[in-house]
């Protein structure tokens, strides 16, 4: 190819969208929604929402539920993104504290359990225009919303709970239902459209920022309790593949801390220039207090923390842990911060090879890297202080 990757994102889009454009011949829409609902960004605080419909009918939910998505192949998952029509809306984030009619729809289909079928008519038929950029996350064709309606809903009791409690913050809201075993999905669509905290404060929330906005309060909130705990008696790394993505976490045997390190090799969205031969390496770290600005890797920073800490909170142990995730050519272009959260969540999950010191752990790790050891060393913080800062413990000793 002659931008440098394997695989053509412009094509392996444009693909995914022949595929569902041969079903869109009207603005008038018919199918299952997952349910799946959307709010933009772009002009906030007047931003588009409105519902994400397939042109067909059935059990739709795996379109928008990525805890199901691990595991798929990437043309699996843009043909999931693809699929759904996105028909659009203006309103005022600040609509929230109010509702209307639209906003009580979305509402109500956030707090949906299963599939509903609904009917969305258009102002015309869903434009067919592909981006011309890898870089984007997939998304399916949209038109301006005229009408929208649905079958009756079955309500998840939980998130229709959490609605009604006007009393209760977002962030306590969102602690519950994930106590309560509602999928993390769930409850960033329900956050999104205002749905959480008190009445005279709910507002819309874009959609990326609602799931940036959910990982982080539950991983705070995990964090918190495992930090109540005793550390691990080991050192231990994990290791999983998932589209051409490599992730490696190692945990030792102290006080909480965290860094994700991701190296984007040549080819891939963020170093596409094949004449650099060095991957292009960043990441992000906290320490035990934690870390108090946004951090420069994005939101698959707290997508990490979360799976990172679920583990731990299994397990009632506390540990630092060191991610490290190598995006290789085949990923040919980002489907989303949930591809860190769900792999990082099946990394965790393997069996973990245990060492007794740290050098044996490193070394380990470093045969499922290709990247050389002094590179991330470079780039790591928690590398720089294990490997070269003596602690006081070892003063005392």
């Known amino acids: 190819m002659l931008c440098g990757k394997l695989r053509c994102p412009i094509v392996a889009k444009a693909q995914s969208l022949a595929k569902s454009s041969l079903q869109i011949t009207s603005p008038h829409i018919q199918g299952s929604t997952p349910p799946g609902v959307f709010v933009g960004r772009i002009g906030y605080p007047k931003v588009c929402i409105g519902p994400m419909v397939p042109p067909y009918r059935g059990d739709t939910e795996i379109l928008d539920t990525p805890e199901f998505w691990v595991g798929k192949g990437i043309q699996e998952i843009i043909d999931y993104r693809f699929a759904l029509i996105r028909g659009k809306v203006r309103a005022n984030v600040y609509d929230a504290r ?30 067919k225009v592909i981006t011309l950029s890898g870089e984007t996350q997939p998304f399916g064709p949209s038109a301006p919303l005229r009408s929208f309606r649905t079958s009756d809903v079955s309500v998840d009791r939980r998130i229709e709970g959490a609605f009604y409690d006007r009393d209760l913050t977002a962030a306590d809201a969102v602690v519950e239902l994930y106590n309560d075993d509602v999928l993390v999905t769930r409850i960033q669509r329900a956050f999104s459209v205002g749905m959480f905290g008190f009445q005279k404060r709910r507002k819309l929330v874009p959609t990326r920022w609602s799931i940036t906005a959910v990982d982080s309060i539950l991983s705070l909130e995990l964090i918190d309790r495992i930090k109540q705990h005793n550390t691990i008696d080991e050192y231990r790394v ?9 992730f490696v976490a190692i945990l030792m045997p102290e006080q909480w801390s965290f860094e994700w390190i991701e190296a984007w090799f040549p080819g ?89 010191n740290f050098q044996a752990a490193l070394g380990f790790a470093q045969t499922k890297l290709t990247i050389p050891l002094r590179k991330w060393i470079i780039t790591s913080e928690l590398l720089k202080r294990a490997l070269f800062q003596k602690k006081i413990t070892e003063f005392a000793a």
Not at 238 to 246: A, I
Not at 324 to 350: A, D, F, K
Request: some cysteine; glycine content about 8%.
């Open 268 to 356: 891939t969205t963020w170093n596409p220039d094949e004449r650099i031969s060095a991957p292009a390496m960043m990441g992000d770290w906290e320490p035990y207090r934690g870390r108090t600005t946004y951090p420069d890797v994005g939101g698959c920073y707290y997508s990490c923390r979360l799976a990172v800490a679920e583990r731990l909170n299994q397990e009632r142990r506390q540990a630092s842990a060191l991610v490290l995730r190598e995006i290789h050519p085949g990923y040919i272009l980002p489907v989303g911060v949930w591809n860190v959260r769900e792999s990082i969540r099946r990394t965790m999950q393997q069996e973990p090879h245990k060492f007794d």
């Open 98 to 127: 109010g509702g209307g009619r639209l906003l009580d729809v979305l509402q109500e289909l956030a707090m949906g359990k299963r599939p509903v079928d609904a009917e969305a008519v258009l102002t015309r038929v869903p434009n």
């Open 238 to 246: 994990y290791y999983f593949e998932n589209l051409d993505n490599r």
